[in-house]
């Protein structure tokens, strides 16, 4: 029997979110908490695997008590088990940090049901890294598969699996051992519409809950803001993109004069030669 | 076959979530179906909770429940096109425990009411429409929604699904409500820093004040204006009879732009930022346009039962009041293990005897007379502004003339008796 483990993190909708004008930093307050988008994908591809193959679904995160209900949104998905690391020494942690609490908890789900496979989003939408997903198969000494955008076969038999991953021209056919890490990409799947009883499930859910004491052999100074090297020297935001312009006229005059406009602009050509 | 509950409750609003919580308490398993990303997400009312009815569900709700502003104020504004007259209460027995009634913010609030219906054990589902109820030898015994295996399976169906409540519709309970019955309201929430807010409506802390503004604010036609405090925030809206505002063939936002930029009213949202647009119909056709509420094996509550009393704007706590009469008319079905609309039809008697049942009755003739009726809106305000207006400009004119003046202004003696007769037909509908 599979058993795949998501891992996943709620995180503010980032298309929504406002930054404080003076520190550049997220007003987490002014946008609602979501199940990070490419984590959903993840989730749903455990689910895919699980109904073609038998096994369990399990989801791992790490967040203050209201991430339950990304938990939650797991299990309207189709998952199986929800587990939670929260605790304030884990706050302030940068992906170094993250991927060793995760790491940790991992550890103790494995003690219970061995992983065969664990399976993260991409990258968050908030943080935009993607090495979460490599820092913990690095750890678990398992080979780390990114930006998945198809999973072929999944043997557990036989300890193999076939996957696709996305590159700029094409796509690379990779077999590798079990158990891995695959982190995926959104287009490798789409998240259906969740049935009733999926939905009634997930409202009743009570997910395991863990504070640092319950995980065992924890080196507490990987932890948390302590445990994370990364310094944020400067934040700002993106330079707005100016403001573009209306054509009036008729079709014909319209594509006058964008062409005219797109001549003037020498140096876009400029750039295609000197690429060349 | 999908899962089976004691009860179904479709809509998390203040009836369903009332009624959910008060059957949950009392360990009756209850599935509560929502359609909004989360319960309050598509909720609209102007802003006034009042506590007595939230206090019947959870006592001293207000110590954690949140809450914008106690009102310790009621203004009444009759409003004409360059000058209100204005009545007013403020009380200070209203800041103090256990309050008189509060604003609230509907997204905030709802969703708070509906996790406390889960702590009790209600089940709550979000973002999931009912189709239909399951009909089986003529007995509701079920819900069908959008989802894939979507069935359920209840002994009671509670329909809280809000004004023109298409799955009683679907039960032939009513037929689509008539422009006369329901009236169309649209409000911003507008952002205003809290300092501001207290210092403009003369506030202390968490006091907040309420403004009912008639008249020209409608442009004549039946219905309401209001402006409420929030904390950091002003609610401000306009709401009309959907056939007045056919007739006039005024759009809402236009109404409610028209009081934005009164010269009366707009000083009170000056330097706000826009926060939220909303509208909503508010079923307004009181003991009349009732619709039948019991069925076998489902019960009918709230705005989807038109348990709205327009005159003295209150509806929510309506709404509260006939959940938890559904629910405890469900728990003695539940003992006799009858949900024949027999025994279900306890509900509509206890409901009828209970208030809200005695003042739909008592104003069930008001909307309608004065829907019928403009002139108490189009003509006595104006008159009662310039009378006001004349009597206390000082400018050397004896007061005795002045009275006789205003009198003549009135009008012929034929049409004072006609407003004779008018005062005394509105006495009679509101008595």
Known sequence: MLHIVACIKQVPDTKVIKLNPKTNTMDRTSAPAILNPYDAHAVEEAVRLKNKYGGIVSVLTMGPPPAVKAIRKCIEIGADEGYMISDRAFAGADTLATSYALTK??????????????????????????????????????????????????????????????????????????????????????????????????????????????????????????????????????????????????????????????????????????GV | MGEKFDVIIVGAGPAGTACAYTLAKSGVSVLLVERGEYPGSKNVMGGVLYRKMMEDVIPEFYKEAPIERQIVEQRFMMLDEQSAVTFSYKGMEWDQEPFNNFTV?????????????????????????????????????????????????ADVVVLADGVNSLLAKSLGFHKEFRPDE????????????????????????????????????TKGILGTAWLYTNKSSINIGVGAMLSGLIKHKIKPYQLLDYVKNHPILRKYIQGVEQQEYLAHLIPEGGFHSMPQIVGDGVLVVGDAAQLVNAIHREGSNMAMTSGVLAAETIMAAKEREDYSTATLDSYRVNLLNSFVGKDLKKYKDATHHFEKFPHYFEKYIPMMNKAAGQMLTIDGTPKKDKQKKIWKEMGTAGQKFSMAKDAIKAWRVMK
């Open chain 2, 105 to 153: 913010l509907r997204a905030k609030f709802d969703q708070w009411f509906a996790n406390k219906a889960v702590e009790q054990g209600a089940v709550l589902v979000n973002e999931t429409v009912v189709e239909s109820c399951i009909v089986e030898d003529g007995k509701v015994v079920g819900i069908r929604t959008d989802r894939p295996d979507g069935e359920v399976y």
């Open chain 2, 182 to 217: 329901v009236a169309l309201a649209v409000m911003e929430v507008l952002k205003l820093d809290k300092k501001i807010i207290e210092d403009r409506f003369s506030l202390e802390g968490n006091q907040g004040c309420t403004f009912e503004i008639f008249g020209d604010s």
């Open chain 1, 105 to 274: 908890a991992l550890e103790k789900i494995q003690k219970d049901t061995p992983i065969d496979l664990i399976i993260c989003g991409k990258m968050t939408i908030d943080g935009d890294t993607g090495q979460v997903g490599p820092g913990i198969a690095r750890r678990l000494d398992m080979p780390p598969l990114t930006n998945v955008n198809k999973v072929v076969e999944v043997n557990k038999e036989e300890q193999f699996a076939i996957i696709h991953r996305k590159l700029e021209d094409g796509h690379e056919v990779i077999q590798t051992a079990l158990p891995c890490l695959f982190s995926v990409e959104k287009e490798i799947n789409e998240v259906p519409f969740s049935p009733l009883p999926h939905m009634i499930k997930a409202a009743r859910y009570k997910p395991t809950i863990w504070a640092v004491s319950d995980l065992e052999d924890v080196d507490k100074t990987q932890l948390g803001l302590k445990g994370s090297p990364t310094i944020v020297s400067k934040v700002w935001p993106p330079e707005k993109p100016k403001g573009g312009e209306i054509l009036d006229g008729s079709p014909q005059e319209k594509v006058e004069q964008i062409l005219s406009m797109v001549l003037e602009k020498k140096e876009l050509f400029q750039q295609h030669k000197e």
